[in-house]
């Protein structure tokens, strides 16, 4: 399974992006992770096949929305309010075992990985 993200960018404190990735065959869990330069990789937003759960990292919520497509192998990432803080590079996430209500706040819950994509907010 390879997952292909698109959609980071350079913009302003306040600007919106939207980021997107889409998978190459069926999996459950999917999510986003960012990483900043010397931090380790966090959680951002995870949601279920059937889009029925969805849980957000308590520093995007209210700003971030994640979504998923009626074919469930595409997830977006939806960012307003951008703030200098959101500058990281951002993977998406896949995982094989699971099913319809399955969700994933951490790393090792997830089978496959993106190559990224940055997200620069300036100030």
């Known amino acids: 399974v390879q997952l292909q993200a698109s959609g980071g960018g350079l913009v302003q404190t306040g600007d919106s992006l939207r980021l997107s990735c889409a998978a190459t065959?069926?999996?459950?869990?999917m999510g986003w992770f960012r990483q900043a330069p010397g931090r380790e990789r966090e959680f951002v937003a995870t949601?279920?096949?059937?889009?029925?759960?969805?849980r957000y990292a308590d520093s995007v919520n209210g700003r971030f929305t994640i979504s998923r497509d009626s074919g469930k192998n595409t997830v977006a990432l939806q960012m307003n309010s951008l703030k200098p803080e959101d500058t990281a590079r951002y993977y998406c996430?896949?995982?094989?075992?699971?099913?319809?209500?399955?969700?994933?706040?951490?790393?090792?819950?997830?089978?496959?990985w993106g190559q990224g994509t940055q997200v620069t907010v300036s100030s």
């Open positions: 065959a069926d999996i459950w869990a």
């Open positions: 949601i279920s096949w059937r889009r029925d759960r969805i």
């Open positions: 996430a896949a995982a094989r075992v699971g099913d319809v209500h399955s969700i994933g706040i951490l790393a090792s819950q997830y089978d496959y």
